[in-house]
């Protein structure tokens, strides 16, 4: 694939080159596949938290802070948008609200990805809470390889789902 010539830039790859279409390469597998892990992973310590079930909550606190980026913003399922500090915020206050809570991720997309940012999207579907829904996920990734897969929240934006 030639990186000059790219409508998003040097370097960048879209959805279309995505494995199984024609312009596929490793570099995409191995950015879909940390786009899933890093979603999971995260999720995982969301649903502990938010479940209380967390043994080690500074350590989830932790994680889930150092999971953003300093200067990460969030787009709620309301619409409603948040910096990083209020995130962390609400994050802090909401410890044990969805006891039971499950949360898994599916659907997991490639958007694009090029050198600095990755872009994937993601079903993330809450399970055996009152009120649970579904939101369709679009997340923002800067490269960093300092984080568990290469990839430090940047921006988030959530869509409730129906049904």
Do not use: K, Y
């Amino acid at each position: 694939m030639s990186t000059t010539s790219h409508p998003n830039g040097p370097g960048a790859r879209t959805a279309a080159e995505a494995p199984g279409n024609a312009g596929a390469d490793t570099g995409l597998d191995a950015d879909l596949g940390a786009v899933r892990a890093e979603a999971e992973r995260l999720h995982a310590v969301i649903e502990r938290w938010f479940a209380g079930s967390s043994a080690a909550a500074d350590a989830d606190a932790e994680l889930f802070a150092r999971a953003q980026a300093p200067d990460f913003s969030f787009v709620g399922a309301d619409g409603g948008t948040a910096e990083r500090q209020a995130v962390l915020e609400a994050f802090a206050g909401a410890r044990g609200r969805s006891p039971g809570l499950r949360i898994r991720i599916e659907d997991v997309r490639l958007v694009a990805a090029d050198r600095e940012v990755v872009v994937g999207s993601f079903l993330e579907r809450h399970l055996d809470a009152p009120g649970a829904r579904s939101r369709r996920c679009t997340a923002v990734f800067r490269r960093d390889p300092d984080t568990p897969h290469g990839l430090r929240w940047l921006h988030l934006q959530e869509t409730h789902t129906r049904g």
